[in-house]
């Protein structure tokens, strides 16, 4: 049986094709996608997120050419099985990171200070 995501697409946030490898990216590191896990195939993917079925084509083959998904003629398009899920999951915590201290920077607040909002925010019930 197929899994059924939720595709949140915003147009305005860059290309689509990118924004869809993303998300499959988040959801491995969520561990809502496995290793071997099959994707919805480019039709349906592109029903569901209401895109151009090519634009699912090229997020897939992006996927495909860093490593993260295969092809598997006449099955579909899975997660590789040897695919590092660790490496992912910190690629996204260094991206919300910088993120995090872009606004800290961009709000005047030094490093520590940023480290100790985090800090607190992390010990908070």
Same mark, same amino acid.
């Given at each position: 049986?197929?899994?059924?995501?939720?595709?949140?697409?915003?147009?305005?946030?860059?290309?689509?094709?990118?924004?869809?490898?993303?998300?499959?990216?988040?959801?491995? %590191?969520?561990? +809502? /996608?496995?290793?071997? *896990?099959?994707?919805?195939?480019? @039709?349906? !993917?592109?029903?569901?997120? $209401?895109?151009?079925?090519?634009?699912?084509?090229? %997020?897939?083959? +992006? /996927?495909?050419?860093? *490593?993260?998904?295969?092809?598997? @003629?006449? !099955?579909?398009?899975?997660? $590789?099985?040897?695919?590092?899920?660790?490496?992912?999951?910190?690629? +996204? /915590?260094?991206?919300?990171?910088?993120?995090?201290?872009?606004?800290?920077?961009?709000?005047?607040?030094?490093?520590?200070?940023?480290?100790?909002?985090?800090?607190?925010?992390?010990?908070?019930?």
């Amino acid at each position: 049986m197929e899994v059924r995501y939720l595709w949140h697409i915003e147009p305005e946030k860059g290309p689509i094709y990118a924004q869809i490898a993303a998300e499959v990216k988040r959801m491995l %590191a969520r561990g +809502e /996608l496995a290793p071997g *896990g099959k994707l919805p195939s480019a @039709r349906t !993917l592109a029903e569901e997120a $209401r895109v151009n079925p090519n634009t699912v084509v090229h %997020a897939y083959a +992006e /996927l495909e050419r860093e *490593g993260i998904t295969e092809t598997r @003629r006449g !099955l579909g398009t899975f997660v $590789r099985e040897d695919v590092d899920v660790e490496a992912i999951r910190r690629s +996204e /915590l260094e991206a919300a990171a910088r993120a995090y201290l872009r606004t800290a920077r961009a709000l005047g607040v030094d490093l520590d200070a940023a480290r100790e909002v985090l800090k607190e925010v992390a010990d908070a019930p």
